[in-house]
T-cell receptor
Framework: AQKITQTQPGMFVQEKEAVTLDCTYDTSDPSYGLFWYKQPSSGEMIFLIYQGSYDQQNATEGRYSLNFQKARKSANLVISASQLGDSAMYFC????????????FGTGTSLTVIP | DGGITQSPKYLFRKEGQNVTLSCEQNLNHDAMYWYRQDPGQGLRLIYY???????QKGDIAEGYSVSREKKESFPLTVTSAQKNPTAFYLC??????????????FGPGTRLLVL
């Protein structure tokens, strides 16, 4: 069964606007971590932000914030004030404590920032 | 600077040939991982290693082999048994230290093409 679902294959956003990339997850493990990575055309995966299942507050890292809704099993990434350099693939991932820190990745969302 | 290096950046394989992809890290991380990424897809786990001289199969281990003789190194061999090896291969590492997220950090990747 797919553990991470990203339903938006492609998204467009105007420069300087905010954009939300969706991610839903599926697990019965009470302890897990949620991650977002950015993959520019060069191919390298760049870590953006992390949310632990027991964290009470939504994670934020500069222009990135994670909208964590535990009951809905969603972990959406919000990018504020989009920049042209934000154009890339974005992947949501989950790690489970009972699987030796194995990561499960979604299929990704391609974000294009329009000038 | 600390990080993960992968070589070569591009690799060509002939039919029936084994090839080895290099992955080295100087982050003092215990765990290392190999992923395969096909065009337009997410990452799929091939093998992972939590400690030296130990490794586990991931979701798509058939046709691949690994070794972990040193903490810093986790080479991946694509054998002739792997019938469709053309893909982008990413190596990652993470720390098992207590406290903080066990984030995976990635190398720049190796693109493997079959001639």
């Amino acid at each position: 069964a797919q553990k991470i679902t990203q339903t938006q294959p492609g998204m467009f956003v105007q420069e300087k606007e905010a954009v939300t990339l969706d991610c839903t997850y599926d697990t019965s493990d009470p302890s897990y971590g949620l991650f977002w990575y950015k993959q520019p055309s060069s191919g390298e995966m760049i870590f953006l932000i992390y949310q632990g299942s027991y964290d009470q507050q939504n994670a934020t890292e500069g222009r990135y914030s994670l909208n964590f809704q535990k009951a809905r099993k969603s972990a959406n990434l919000v990018i504020s004030a989009s920049q042209l350099g934000d154009s890339a693939m974005y992947f949501c991932a989950m790690s489970l404590s009972n699987t030796g820190n194995q990561f499960y990745f979604g299929t990704g969302t391609s974000l294009t920032v329009i000038p | 600077d600390g990080g993960i290096t992968q070589s070569p950046k591009y690799l060509f394989r002939k039919e029936g040939q084994n090839v080895t992809l290099s992955c080295e890290q100087n982050l003092n991380h215990d765990a290392m991982y190999w992923y395969r990424q096909d065009p337009g897809q997410g990452l799929r786990l091939i093998y992972y290693s939590q400690i030296v001289n130990d490794f586990q199969k991931g979701d798509i281990a058939e046709g691949y082999s690994v070794s972990r003789e040193k903490k810093e190194s986790f080479p991946l061999t694509v054998t002739s048994a792997q019938k469709n090896p053309t893909a982008f291969y990413l190596c990652a590492s993470s720390s098992r230290l207590a406290g903080g997220p066990k984030t995976q950090y990635f190398g720049p990747g190796t693109r493997l093409l079959v001639l």
